[in-house]
């Protein structure tokens, strides 16, 4: 099994450009989440999924959409990147909810 | 008062030597508990888990006081291996992977 997978895993943005970090996971967990990870804050959650077609906002979900068209994949797409929105971001996933969290390896993003 | 709080260290350990730090959580209400440990650059990894009676794992101990809101973790006989950033994970209200709290880390570094 290949666990969590996340690509790309480093991307620099200009202000304005839009993406797409992808995620996915080969353990039928019905469980996704999106955090970032910045210096002195811990990993924030900025949308999670319970399942198939069911999103859900985390803490800091502004200026980023998720969908979850099927149980495996996961992505995470910024709007119009700002400064602000850099950052590490990482996939997780898990089962039960609430349970252990697998992490991708991350996507470290810079917005210039 | 921060929901899950921690030490950010850096604690700076000799190699052989036993280290424990704590974890404070602001729910009284939090059911789960966790340690995660985070290379430098990599993603989380599961430790352990924290049960109410406290458990150990080899030369790691977790230890869940209610009373006053803490978790800690005791690393006995400590090796250059344990240098990592370790995270404190406390759920909240609800029960689905939303309401996990993910402290800031405590950094520990294992000298020679």
């Known amino acids: 099994n290949a666990g969590v997978t996340q690509t790309p895993k480093f991307q620099v943005l200009k202000t304005g450009q839009s993406m797409t970090l992808q995620c996915a996971q080969d353990m039928n967990h019905e469980y996704m989440s999106w955090y970032r990870q910045d210096p002195g804050m811990g990993l924030r959650l900025i949308h999670y999924s319970v399942g198939a077609g069911i999103t859900d906002q985390g803490e800091v979900p502004n200026g980023y959409n998720v969908s979850r068209s099927t149980t495996e994949d996961f992505p995470l797409r910024l709007l119009s990147a700002a400064p602000s929105q850099t950052s590490v971001y990482f996939c997780a996933s898990s089962y039960p909810p609430g349970g252990e969290q697998y992490f991708g390896p991350g996507t470290r993003l810079t917005v210039t | 008062r921060k929901e899950v709080e921690q030490d950010p260290g850096p604690f700076n350990v000799p190699e052989g030597a036993t280290v424990a730090f704590n974890c404070t959580y602001s729910?009284?209400?939090?059911?789960?508990f966790f340690w995660y440990r985070q290379d430098c650059r990599k993603e989380p990894k599961l430790l352990m888990s924290?049960?109410?009676s406290g458990n150990e794992d080899g030369r790691f101990t977790a230890q869940l006081n209610r009373a006053s809101q803490y978790i800690s973790l005791l690393i006995r006989d400590s090796k250059l291996s344990d240098s990592a950033t370790y995270l404190c994970?406390?759920?909240?209200?609800?029960?689905?992977?939303?309401?996990?709290?993910f402290g800031t880390g405590t950094r520990l570094t294992i000298i020679p």
């Open positions: 924290v049960y109410s």
């Open positions: 729910n009284s209400a939090s059911q789960s």
């Open positions: 994970v406390v759920d909240g209200i609800g029960s689905g992977n939303e309401k996990l709290t």
